[in-house]
């Protein structure tokens, strides 16, 4: 049972580059969300899905886009790399949402750095 | 805007030693989630909690929720080197839907 998978797990992009973070989960959960993590702190939401079709802003969505087409996918794209978005970025995904008692799921990460 | 807080964000023990990290949060919810933390890892979820005096215990960890206070308890018993980690609350807003907000992480080293 793979969970979720996150493809790269590591990055170098330049300054004004862009690149699209995949994340797919083989659980069948409806709600999907991405987040970044900085050094030696907690996670912040990028942005996250209640279905496919369906997203939403989370606290921190400038300078990312997200797209869900299906209910496995939920691929992060970065447009502008901005060095402010040299993070560890994660994607998770729960059955139904939090409310229903189940915990997110992660996945290991993209270790991701602007230069 | 909810607000999560941890104490301490940095704590040193003992093996065989007893401590308590606290979460405390800005606003109504009962929905309050623990994960533990590898270095270079993902997120691992420990407790659920999901009611006002709701209880969980595995092995030397167990975690309380207190909705009134606004208080979540992490309280690890008899430490060991295996727990050394970095542990985070995080917190499912009422209003949010499914929508978790995480505290800054306690890193947990236990010494020799």
């Excluded at chain 1, 300054?15 to 995949?22: A, D, E, F, K, V």
Aim: with cysteine; net charge neutral; glycine share 8%.
């Amino acid at each position: 049972n793979a969970g979720v998978t996150q493809t790269p797990k590591f990055r170098i992009l330049k300054i004004g580059q862009s690149m699209t973070l995949q994340c797919t989960q083989d659980m069948n959960h409806n709600y999907m969300y991405w987040y970044r993590q900085d050094p030696g702190m907690g996670l912040k939401l990028i942005y996250y899905s209640v279905g496919a079709g369906i997203t939403d802003k989370g606290e921190v969505p400038n300078g990312y886009n997200v797209s869900r087409s299906t209910t496995e996918d939920f691929p992060l794209r970065l447009e502008l790399a901005a060095p402010s978005q040299t993070s560890v970025y994660f994607c998770a995904s729960s059955a139904q949402g939090g409310r229903w008692n189940q915990p997110q799921h992660f996945g290991d990460g993209t270790r991701l750095s602007i230069l | 805007e909810l607000k999560v807080e941890q104490n301490p964000l940095f704590l040193s023990m003992q093996e065989g030693k007893n401590y308590t990290i606290y979460c405390n949060y800005s606003t109504t919810s009962d929905r309050l989630y623990w994960y533990r933390q590898d270095p270079g890892k993902s997120l691992e979820s420990l407790f659920v909690l999901l009611s006002n005096g709701a209880v969980k215990q595995e092995g030397r960890l167990m975690a309380s929720l207190d909705t009134k206070a606004r208080l979540s308890t992490l309280h690890i018993t008899a430490a060991v080197h295996d727990l050394s980690a970095t542990y985070f609350c995080a917190v499912d807003e009422e209003t949010s839907g499914s929508r978790l907000t995480f505290g800054e992480g306690t890193q947990l080293t236990v010494n020799p």
